[in-house]
């Protein structure tokens, strides 16, 4: 019993060594790079901006199959993002933020519900009001341009 135990704390020592050896290891590799890439994010816009971004060109992309009669079906952005993604520093979710971020989400899904009885044409513009009405008191410069993503 007592060889047993004694074996195993050996063994657990041993572990822990090579644990922290290993991790002394990969930190020395790859301490440059990380400094490179904190310098770089700087001038990088938030994950939030970048998601908006994305759901902006996502919507041109609707707005450009839906003029040309087509009925899109895809909705490949994460619309969860919204709940997760960090924002700009200074930037947060607000009361007025929670009670327009839900409703947006469920109309810009119902845009690719192929069941839905609404006209697509009505349902597209019912989401892009949805993102001026957040914006409007949220981050207003982008107003001019998401006006632009309206059917008219
Ligand atoms: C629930 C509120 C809300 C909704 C809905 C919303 N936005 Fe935003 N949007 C914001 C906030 C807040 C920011 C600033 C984010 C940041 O800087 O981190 C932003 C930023 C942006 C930006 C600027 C990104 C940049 O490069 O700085 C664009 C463009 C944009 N939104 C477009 C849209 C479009 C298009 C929609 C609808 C498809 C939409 N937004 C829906 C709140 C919203």
């Not at 902006?56 to 087509?70: C, D, M, P, T």
């Not at 892009?128 to 008219?152: A, V």
Request: net charge positive; charged share 20%.
């Amino acid at each position: 019993m007592e060889f047993y135990l004694n074996n195993k704390h050996f063994g657990i020592a041993f572990l822990l060594f090579l644990t922290v050896f290993s991790c002394k290891d990969k930190e020395d590799t790859s301490k440059e790079p990380l400094k490179k890439a904190v310098v770089y994010e700087m001038y990088q816009p938030s994950e939030m901006a970048g998601f908006m971004n994305a759901m902006y060109a996502y919507n041109q992309q609707l707005k450009s199959q839906i003029v040309a009669g087509e009925t899109p079906t895809s909705l490949p952005l994460d619309l969860l993002k919204l709940h997760s993604a960090e924002m700009t520093a200074g930037k947060s979710r607000t009361e007025n933020w929670q009670s327009f971020v839900n409703v947006f989400i469920a109309s810009q899904k119902a845009i690719v519900d192929t069941l839905a009885k609404t006209e697509l044409k009505e349902r597209y513009n019912t989401a892009i009001n949805n993102c001026l009405n957040c914006h409007k008191t949220e981050c207003t410069g982008p107003i001019p341009k998401i006006k632009k993503l309206l059917i008219q």
